[in-house]
Structures are given as structure tokens and as C-alpha cells.
């Protein structure tokens, strides 16, 4: 883990070290930003940043905007730390490209694990093969995926999202079961993260939204 470098970016010197302490711990490399700002400047003169831990209210520039930045340029895997708990703060996030959204108080290792999580998944794609579905190619291996001949840009966890359907088609997903695979950690909270994230991914699909099938009281099916 020594290669991967994380900035844990809080206002909060407490919580930047019991993060910070943490990760580093599991052997990851951690740089750390007091405000918005610092962030931004961390994030564009360090390059080899493999994912970033954004609190929402700090001083200068709020999580939001740094976040708006960085989607600006990279689709690095970003995880939201928020004192709110409203799920249109959650929306907001996830509309700006966040992967993660964690509620403080949190537990560090909860967090830990949803880094571990994020970081796995996007090492284990390995460009083994296409997965094709109607009008739909998703290729592991450039992160792409393709409707209609045409590149539709997905959020990291959209993609694993739409992979994960794919690979299951005409299969009843459970929301328990998607979070088990796609987010994979024990998830301390309801199921509407899947619901917001399906609601995005359909969107960006457009016609083949209709793909993406509710099951009414259970969770979804991808059927072309």
C-alpha cells in the first residue's frame, strides 16, 4: 500500500490525524490539507494522488467546490465527510461526482474499509473482455462505456454500478446484494445511495435506462 497516497483534506486537526492515523496504519502513504484551497493546490502539484477524503464545511473553499474542480480534470476516487445528514446534501454530492458519502460521527475503520473497497475495485479491472447488452459496451479495461456508438461519462461508482448489472442480467438484485458487491462493505445506513446512483446511471443511459428494471420492494434487474 505504500505506493498509494491519499489527501484527507478537514478543517479539523483532530480529524485529519485520527483518519490520517488510521491509513497509515494500513501502510498508505497520507498528505493532509487544512482548507479547500490547500487541497486544490496539493491535488494539482502532487500527481500521484490515488484518492481523496473531502470534508463539505472548511474555510476558503468548501468541499463542493474542490470537488467541482478536481471533476473538472480527473476521475479520481473522491469520498464525502459531511457533519450533515440530509439526503439533498447527499444529492448535491453525488450530482458533482462524489463516490462516497460518510456522515460524521463515523467509525475510522468503517472508513478505512470503504477506502480499501474503492481502491480495489478499481484495481481489479483488468481489460479481461467487453461486456456488450443491447446498444451498450462497457470495456473494464479504458473505463468506457458505449451506447448507441456513442461515449457516455460515468462516475466510478456508476461504472462499477452498470458492470455489476451486466454481469448479471436478468437476475433480481437486491439492494442488500448490490451494496454487498458494488460498494462492498457492510453498509451502516438505508438503500437509498443505490437508489440515487440508478437514478443518475439511467439518466446518462438515456433509452437504455429503461434496462435498469425495478423490482417493487426488492431492488433492481438489468434486462435488455
Known sequence: ??????????????????????????????????DGQEAIDIFF???DISLVILDVMMPKMDGWEVLK?????????VIMLTAKGDERDELAGFDL???EYISKPFSPKILVARVEALLRRSN????????????????????????GGRGVELSFKEFELLTY??????IALSRDKILNHVWN??????????DTHVKKLRSKMGDCGEYIKTIWGMGYKFEV
Not at 462493505?185 to 443505490?194: K, L
Open 1 to 34: 500500500m505504500d505506493n498509494i497516497k491519499i489527501l484527507v483534506v478537514d478543517d479539523e486537526s483532530r480529524m485529519r490525524k485520527l483518519v490520517s492515523d488510521f491509513l497509515v496504519r494500513k501502510d498508505y502513504r497520507v498528505v493532509e490539507a487544512a
Open 97 to 99: 461526482g462524489a463516490d
Open 124 to 147: 481489479l479491472i483488468s481489460g479481461e473482455e467487453k461486456i456488450t447488452a443491447g446498444d451498450i459496451v462497457l470495456d473494464k479495461a479504458s473505463h468506457t462505456v458505449m451506447i
Open 69 to 77: 474542480e478536481i471533476r473538472e480534470y480527473s476521475k479520481i476516487p
Open 185 to 194: 462493505y457492510d453498509y451502516f445506513g438505508d438503500a437509498r445511495t443505490i
Open 45 to 47: 502539484e502532487q500527481k
Open 165 to 170: 448489472f451486466m454481469e448479471n442480467q436478468g
